[in-house]
């Protein structure tokens, strides 16, 4: 992230608990479960999500392993605040179309999007954590998701009818592969929705803002400082 998360790592959000050693039999479900608080979203008060809190020692997900992601599924981005809300404003965009959550992080605007009606949501993320979050939050709002742990990014463009991507633009290389990915499912007829509050790598130049909002951010800290944020199309669509 191009704000304080910056250099956020699995071990550097949270309480400096020493990481330990992951063995094959860690259940993060379980660990989340005990140990995040399952909170309305400022924005969207009728969904819960497991938040993480000081005391919730994060760090102990990541195990020994200094490459583990970061857990950004346990907090809230102005990204995926933005684009849930515009959805549960404007429920036709997805209702009973078939939704791609890419980067789905904590479920979000996955479950928004199949509270407003999708006949199915596929939510994906590079992150085991992520998609095990996702799965508990699924539950407690009550929504059916289809969840896939993988890289989309590579691959090609996905059976279903409209793309949302919450906050995906925050690093630099990063940006650049959702970019063509998402111009590929433009391209075969998909639609796009990204929301985003202006980070750094957010190719502005190649989207249309459709909507703004006023959203918090994580990157602004915990205390629900707001940003403005954007929902965008690609251009040219
Ligand atoms: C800043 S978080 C946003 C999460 C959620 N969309 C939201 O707005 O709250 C970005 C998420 O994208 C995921 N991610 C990063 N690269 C990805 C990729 N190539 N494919 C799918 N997910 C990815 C991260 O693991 C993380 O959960």
Redesign the pocket.
Known sequence: ?HDK?ESMTSSSVDDGAQPQKRTSSFDASAFIARNLRLLPVPVLENIRLHTAHSGSRLSRLGGADPEA??P??A???????V??RHVAENPHLVHGRRVL?????????AIIAARAGATSVVA????GN?IAAARLNAAANDVELDLIH????DGPPPAVDIVL????F??EA?AK??LTFLEACRAAGIDVLI?DPYRVPLPTEKLRCIAEYSVPDFGLGSDGGEVRAGVFSLAGS
């Open positions: 992230m998360t992601p970061a950004y599924w907090y809230g981005w102005a990204g995926g605040a684009l849930a959550d890419l980067g789905t992080g904590s479920g979000i605007v994906a993320d590079i992150d992520a993988a890289d989309l990014l991507a919450g906050d995906l925050y690093d990063l592969r959702a929301g």
